[in-house]
Nanobody, 119 residues
Framework: QVQLVESGGGLVQPGGSLRLSCAAS????????MRWYRQAPGKERELVAA???????HYADSVKGRFTISRDSAKNTVYLQMNSLKPEDTAVYYC?????????????WGQGTQVTVPS
């Protein structure tokens, strides 16, 4: 079995920063793409950032220039550095990863971590 566990969420004032982490564990052979999604109340889940196994990042237009995704493949961990946070960044942030395990290839989700930026 594979688990993704996020950490690093919290309450931060506008203009502040947070760093989210997501660690994958279990019977992992390899991990391809890793992603961060977010879901605000009453809205659909949206892709925030993604990173390939080779380290190539992709960002939603709404976070370009403010968020940075990175990964430590040796630790099976992906990070999201969030700077210049805005109230509209308030959401539950979810980690997602394409994992090849000892038993199957599948994508997995973390449980989510709350980020709150008050207006």
């Amino acid at each position: 079995q594979v688990q993704l566990v996020e950490s690093g969420g919290g309450l931060v004032q506008p203009g502040g920063s947070l760093r989210l982490s997501c660690a994958a564990s279990g019977s992992i052979v390899s991990i391809n793409a890793m992603r961060w999604y977010r879901q605000a109340p009453g809205k659909e889940r949206e892709l925030v950032a993604a990173i390939t196994s080779g380290g190539r990042p992709h960002y939603a237009d709404s976070v370009k220039g403010r968020f940075t995704i990175s990964r430590d493949s040796a630790k099976n961990t992906v990070y999201l550095q969030m700077n210049s946070l805005k109230p509209e960044d308030t959401a539950v942030y979810y980690c997602n990863a394409d994992v090849r395990s000892a038993f199957l290839d599948s994508d997995y989700w973390g449980q989510g971590t709350q980020v709150t930026v008050p207006s």
